[in-house]
């Protein structure tokens, strides 16, 4: 029964288009990125020499740090499409649907959506599989036959975005199903518990002991056993950053609540506050990557000394430290280009659910600029609380295990800083782009019928 | 003889090959109230939103104090609704993440006050509107008829001269209605500030000093009355 009144929802609704188009850009976007990079990732299991388990760790590495950026967006495009529709769901509800139904619904049509969005994006893929294929690993172009993924990855990507869409769209669906009539109910700001900060304090600080010790074994254990404990350590402190993200944001918040003075400050403050966890999820994705930056900074001006010594490097080799550029600048900007989606999307649905609040300010004779500046404040100190925080306790780690000269060496401090002054250009270049969604919302004279 | 605040002259709106207002003139004086009421599409939000700025006619003026609103530039128009006027919608729309004392607070921050300058203020409004002791709830935390008196408070705050309220009562019970009216009229005409309220509701327009009934763009009725009082206690 339910899926007879599909068409009737799917028409546009008082928000327009973009609650259907924005998620399935954002989609598009985020597939065609993971086809690109695994695309390009299969030459390495082509690689059969001692340099070839690297270049595998390597590339399952990046493709691990793309997935947190990747649910991120996948979560922001569901709520998106959510947005567009809990009210039309809400009214289903009160007529007499099922739960099950309302589900059902929800991610039939979020799941069409992404499915949309998925073909899209592994087609722009392989249109730009000709341009991709130009870029070079071990000194040569990978090719374009070799960037273009395989139809059954293709179609595994597809299907891995739509299920991820469908369960983000039940996760955020389920308040309509739960009850009909408490869908927009917006009661008291989540707590933070405290005592998940200080576990994840305590771990972080263990995984700095950690790593000091296993850097201190030397000699008296193996390689192996040094890299592996060394690893242990790092994704533990990785981990706690995640655990502990959302709470320090919500310090950050608090100070700056307490602090502030003007309407910009007042409500970015706020809206930090009112939901840490979600705000902390949007760039989750740059506190990996700036974690990951500050070892690959350290790692190429470790590489580039031992390049600078008298030994002459040759096979497999001597490309690493070209390759690993290569690689590291394409997950940075993978990772930052989903960000930026995730963070597009997240505003685009905030303006949409919003929109009586922002023309109600407006008539009020609130400046676009206020409303402006408060959301963009709003994502900008996660951003930073994302890259400086997760940077710092990477640094923090490396310290014993590669001495100071190295983590401050000019060229770690130039990737570093470069990572961070990139994303926080393109989050930058995302809250302009969807200004003009946010001046239609606020708009007050635009010639169309008052509101009766 | 009392000020005339706000005076429209000839007002003529079209949207399409509709027209919503049909040469509408009306003089307002400072410190009455005034309901506006009419059928949907009889053009009172339309003669609301040009009142007081929002709106520009297709012709015909409007005169703020004796200064001519209607072709000011936005920003200027912006301005004069932040410094001169205050708004009471049908749903409150205030800002959910906001407390109560910071939704009223704001009003003030957009006129350039600095927070703890605002708060003390909008913390006198929230008391003098019978909400002493809920500054700090959020709005998801309050009743309807409380967001409302929020949006009183917010309102005027800023020390207001004309209040514009757009169906103030629509989203309300008919107890809390009589509430949250004798709130904004206490506050605001019994203040020797303007009301100006757009309404269905024939109960509320019976509380204003005038009331002007509009039909197809045009004024059909003008009437000047003793306003009703009502017991219910704040």
Redesign the interface.
């Given at each position: 029964m339910i899926f007879r009144v599909l068409p009737l929802l799917s028409r546009p609704s008082r928000q327009g288009a973009a609650g259907l188009i924005l998620p399935g850009v954002a989609f598009a976007s985020v597939t065609a990125l993971l086809a690109i990079v695994v695309g390009g990732a299969q030459t390495f299991w082509a690689f059969d020499d001692e340099m070839a388990p690297l270049y595998w760790f390597l590339a399952g590495l990046a493709l691990t740090l793309m997935i947190p950026p990747l649910l991120s967006l996948g979560s922001a495009a569901a709520k998106l499409s959510a947005r567009r529709r809990d009210d039309r769901l809400a009214v289903l509800r009160l007529l007499g649907a099922t739960g099950r139904g309302t589900a059902g619904l929800a991610v039939f049509e979020s799941a069409a959506v992404a499915f949309v969005g998925a073909v899209t994006g592994v087609l722009l893929a392989y249109a730009l599989s000709p341009l991709i294929g130009m870029i070079h690993f071990r000194g040569e172009a990978i090719g374009a036959a070799q960037a273009a993924l395989p139809l059954g990855w293709a179609a595994l990507l597809v299907l891995t975005v739509v299920l991820i869409a469908g369960l983000s769209a039940m996760i955020g669906l389920r308040r309509v199903i739960i009850s009909p009539l408490g869908v927009a109910m917006k009661q008291s700001a989540p707590k933070m518990p405290w005592a998940q900060g200080l576990v994840a304090v305590a771990a972080i600080i263990a995984a700095i002991i950690g790593a000091q010790a296993v850097s201190n074994l030397g000699g008296d254990a193996s390689m192996y056993a040094v890299i592996v404990g060394l690893l242990v350590a790092f994704a533990v402190a990785l981990l706690a950053i995640d655990l502990i993200g959302a709470w320090v944001l919500s310090l950050f918040g608090k100070a700056r609540l307490k602090r502030a003075q003007t309407p910009v400050e007042l409500i970015s403050a706020r809206l930090v506050l009112e939901s840490p966890r979600a705000a902390w999820r949007q760039v989750s994705g740059v506190a990996m990557s700036s974690f990951m930056a500050v070892f690959a900074g350290s790692g190429i001006a470790l590489m580039g000394e031992a390049s600078g010594a008298d030994v002459e490097l040759t096979g497999p080799e001597q490309f690493i430290m070209a390759d690993m550029r290569t690689g590291l600048a394409i997950v940075v900007i993978g990772t930052f280009i989903m960000v930026a989606c995730s963070v597009g999307v997240n505003q685009a649905a905030q303006i949409l659910d919003r929109r009586d609040v922002h023309r109600s300010l407006a008539i009020m004779g609130t400046p676009l600029a206020v409303q402006d500046g408060a959301r963009r404040k709003a994502a900008m100190l996660p951003l930073a609380v994302a890259s400086l925080g997760s940077a710092s306790v990477a640094a923090l780690l490396l310290l014993p295990v590669l001495g100071m000269a190295l983590i401050f060496a000019p060229l770690s401090l130039i990737t570093m800083l470069s990572m961070i002054v990139l994303g926080t250009l393109i989050v930058l270049g995302t809250l302009f782009g969807t200004r003009p969604l946010l001046r239609d919302a606020a708009r007050v004279e635009s010639g169309s019928r008052a509101s009766e | 003889m009392t000020n005339v605040i706000l005076q429209a002259d000839r007002l003529t709106q079209h949207?399409g090959s509709?027209r919503?207002l049909d040469g509408v003139s009306l003089s307002l004086a400072e410190g009455t109230s005034t309901a506006i009421m009419g059928a949907?599409?009889?053009?009172?939000?339309?003669l609301l939103?040009m009142l007081?700025g929002?709106?520009?006619p297709d012709s015909g003026s409007v005169l703020f104090a004796g200064q001519p609103i209607s072709g000011l530039p936005?920003?200027e128009?912006?301005?004069?609704?932040?410094?001169q006027?205050g708004?009471v919608?049908q749903?409150g729309?205030?800002?959910?993440?906001?407390t109560a004392v910071?939704n009223v607070a704001?009003?003030p921050?957009?006129n350039g006050a600095?927070?703890?300058d605002a708060v003390g203020p909008a913390a006198q409004w929230l008391h003098a509107l019978g909400l002493a002791g809920m500054e700090d709830r959020?709005?998801?935390?309050l009743s309807g008829g409380q967001a409302q008196r929020v949006a009183i408070a917010r309102a005027q705050v800023t020390g207001a001269r004309v209040i514009f309220a757009?169906e103030p009562t629509g989203a309300l019970d008919s107890a809390t209605s009589q509430g949250v009216m004798n709130a904004l009229l206490s506050s605001t005409s019994g203040n020797g500030r303007t009301l100006v309220v757009v309404t269905h509701d024939p109960n509320v327009a019976a509380r204003c000093q005038r009331v002007v009934t509009l039909s197809d763009g045009r004024i059909v009725a003008d009437t000047a009355q003793a306003p009703k009082t009502d017991g219910v206690a704040r």
């Open positions: - | 949207y509709t919503a949907s599409g009889s053009g009172k939000t339309t939103h007081a929002i709106l520009t936005d920003s128009r912006s301005r004069l609704r932040r410094e006027f708004f919608f749903q729309l205030l800002i959910p993440e906001l910071e704001l009003a921050m957009l600095k927070k703890r959020r709005i998801g935390q757009d």
